[in-house]
């Protein structure tokens, strides 16, 4: 069926696939929407359009006061009135301002940062200086190309962009059911790539990278840390990817079901490596499972168990290896809509010629 | 023989939108309304959320337009707002962008199953390749405004939209939709 190789076959399944000659503008819907916005903008007619500027006379009733009138005229003359007559709009944004979200704000040079509800910024007072202080919340910046670097600073660490997108996430709070602080800058890049620093390290993050910098710690890039074996940081990531997609197929996958099934049915020993519960939790999922009639059902089962509904954030602080180099502990914090974070420490062991979880 | 265009171009739009003219505001809107919607489209994969975010996108380019120093980048300037919008939207829902899947309508099973795995191939496509075949089939955009939202040349967009449809072509192949 179809001819891929075909352009106009392929133009007309891309058409047919895609296109949407239903959506039409309605500027007059859009206004009765947006009254808030119409009026911001429809506030900046200029004035004297409207009406004509009242006029104030000022009797001038002594010789002094002519005189000072006087050498204001001249002073005026010398340095050009139309200096001071410049649009507020057109003025280098001089004066350092605190932004909070929602709202996007838009930089001298074209850049854009998106503050999310509760998100907060400073921007530079210095005329030049590309950037702004990330103080709170999760922000979307894109930097315009070709005007030089641009840096963040946090608490935690600067990131510092040319020409990219990327999001920054400032958490501070405690996990709700381990009681742990945290605090930490997540980054993530959508476009192009920047360079994360504080005075403990520094990693460059590309496209599709995420890393954490906590407190107090060198910015840590799963991917870049050498401790972690390459397969094992691949997993990670797909299970990370799993948890934000809510893909509940995709997260039991991570889990060894052959194990797991021979375990249940009472065909494997207990292994606390392999199964990452006490002897009595296998025994129970033994009691609960032990007639599943296979290892399809005993994954659907888990799955049927999965849960991610709410999360909103989640990011991989740390990846610990054993110095035998076959276990693993992973810690996590997830966000959620409510802002109630979350920590947990995902085990991991190689067997059976892969890296598994063993629990969660 | 001189023939002028009649169409305003977008810096003198958004001058006149920043001096207050809510007209000049709508003739950008109008122009720029279903790329915004295809650009949300490829990022979210589902036709309503992509119209809310360009409605919403539209609000901030209105109440920031003043902010805007360079006019003629409009285009570019509110496709960054509407991917920053549609980024948010996203981690509302907790959910990254799901392949489309807004049923076509009445036809045979055969060619829905045909759009399926066109679109499933079209999601699988890095983001920048994705936003130029969704711009570019979504509603017959010009390469010319496609290129102002996108912030790229014409000529790039003529390059890139050939290896992307390759790519498309590869996914399918690979999908069993043969040569």
């Not at chain 1, 076959?9 to 859009?30: R, V, Y």
């Not at chain 1, 998106?114 to 919340?137: K, M, V």
């Amino acid at each position: 069926m179809g001819r891929v190789n075909d352009e106009n076959w392929l133009d007309e399944a891309l058409d047919s696939a895609i296109g949407s000659h239903d959506t039409q503008p309605d500027f007059e819907q859009w206004k009765a929407n947006h009254p808030e916005a119409v009026q911001m903008l429809t506030s900046r007619t200029p004035p004297e359009a409207a009406r004509p500027p009242a006029i104030r006379r000022i009797k001038m009733n002594t010789m002094l006061v002519k005189l000072a009138a006087a050498a204001v005229i001249a002073i005026a003359a010398i340095f050009g009135v139309t200096q001071l007559m410049q649009p507020e709009a057109d003025q280098p944004a001089a004066v350092a301002q605190t932004l909070t979200g929602p709202m996007t704000h838009t930089f001298e040079d074209g850049s854009t940062v998106t503050l999310a509800a509760n998100a907060s910024i400073r921007t530079y007072g210095a005329a030049g200086r590309r950037g702004f202080e990330h103080l709170t919340g999760v922000i979307d910046v894109t930097v315009a190309k070709g005007k030089g670097q641009f840096i963040v600073t946090t608490p935690y660490g600067n990131v510092k962009a040319l020409g990219t997108e990327f999001t920054l996430d400032l958490v501070d709070g405690t996990t709700a059911n381990t009681k742990e602080r945290v605090e930490l800058l997540a980054v993530e890049v959508t476009e192009g790539s920047v360079e994360v620093s504080n005075d403990k390290g520094a990693s460059v993050l590309k496209e599709q990278q995420k890393l954490v910098v906590e407190k107090d710690r060198a910015p840590y890039h799963a991917a870049a840390d050498a401790d972690v074996p390459a397969r094992l940081s691949e997993r990670m990531d797909a299970m990370v990817a799993a948890m934000e997609a809510g893909d509940t197929a995709a997260y039991t996958a991570n889990y060894n079901m052959n194990y797991l099934y021979n375990l249940a049915t009472g065909k494997a020993e207990y292994d606390p490596n392999l199964f990452g519960g006490t002897a009595e939790d296998a025994q129970r999922l033994q009691q609960a499972l032990g007639n599943i009639e296979s290892v399809e059902a005993l994954a659907e089962a888990f799955r049927q168990g999965v849960n991610f509904s709410g999360v909103t954030s989640i990011y991989l602080r740390d990846i610990e290896v054993s110095a035998d180099g076959r276990h693993a502990t992973a810690r996590l914090v997830t966000g959620e809509g409510s802002g109630r974070l979350r920590g947990s420490s995902p085990q991991w062991h190689y067997f059976d010629n892969d890296w598994w979880q063993v629990d969660d | 023989m001189r023939i002028e265009s009649l169409e305003q171009s977008d810096a003198v739009l958004v001058e006149a939108a920043q001096e207050g003219h809510l007209d000049s505001f709508g003739a950008l809107y109008q122009r720029y309304h279903n790329p915004i919607v295809a650009l949300a489209y490829a990022q979210l994969g589902d036709k309503h959320g992509a119209e809310d975010a360009a409605q919403d996108a539209f609000a901030i380019a209105c109440r920031d337009v003043a902010s805007l120093r360079s006019p003629e980048k409009f285009g570019a300037w509110l496709g960054g707002i509407c991917r920053n919008v549609t980024r948010q939207m996203l981690r509302q829902q907790s959910r990254p962008a799901p392949p489309a899947n807004d049923p076509p309508e009445q036809h045979g099973p055969e060619r829905e199953e045909r759009w399926d795995a066109v679109r499933r191939a079209v999601w699988e496509l890095p983001t920048p390749e994705r936003e130029l075949i969704v711009m570019r089939y979504f509603n017959g955009f010009s390469q010319a405004r496609i290129s102002q939202v996108l912030d790229i040349t014409p000529s790039a967009v003529n390059g890139r939209l050939v290896r992307a449809k390759r790519k498309v072509a590869q996914f399918l192949k690979r999908d069993g939709f043969g040569s």
